[in-house]
Nanobody, 122 residues
Framework: QVHLVESGGGLVQAGGSLRLSCAAS??????????MGWYRQAPGKQRELVAD???????NYPDSVKGRFTISRDNAKNTVYLQMNSLKPEDTAVYYC??????????????WGQGTQVTVSS
């Protein structure tokens, strides 16, 4: 199994910043073949992509966080980060670390952390 453990969540005022970390481990885990990402889920809403990053460093962000959030990874440490700046109340959610790969372009395999709460007050 692949184990993902998030940390760094908390309570912050609007306009503030947080940095989330996700440490990956497991006997089958090879971070070099994984796309790493962050998703979030607010109460009553579906889980949505926040950011992802390939092993080569290519990143992807939805419009809701572009210019405010930055994803990065340290493959040697098996760790992925999410730097969140200019936080807004609508960013309040549980943030989940994700790792996935799609061997031979067929089935996609996903691994998830337990989540860390981010609360942004107005």
């Amino acid at each position: 199994q692949v184990h993902l453990v998030e940390s760094g969540g908390g309570l912050v005022q609007a306009g503030g910043s947080l940095r989330l970390s996700c440490a990956a481990s497991g006997s089958i885990f090879n971070i070099n073949v994984m796309v790493m990402g962050w998703y979030r889920q607010a109460p009553g809403k579906q889980r949505e992509l926040v950011a992802d990053i390939t092993s080569g460093g290519s990143t992807n962000y939805p419009d809701s966080v572009k210019g405010r959030f930055t994803i990065s990874r340290d493959n040697a440490k098996n760790t992925v980060y999410l730097q969140m700046n200019s936080l807004k109340p609508e960013d309040t959610a549980v943030y989940y670390c994700n790792a996935h790969y799609t061997p031979w372009g067929l089935n996609r395999y996903d691994y998830w952390g337990q989540g860390t709460q981010v609360t942004v007050s107005s």
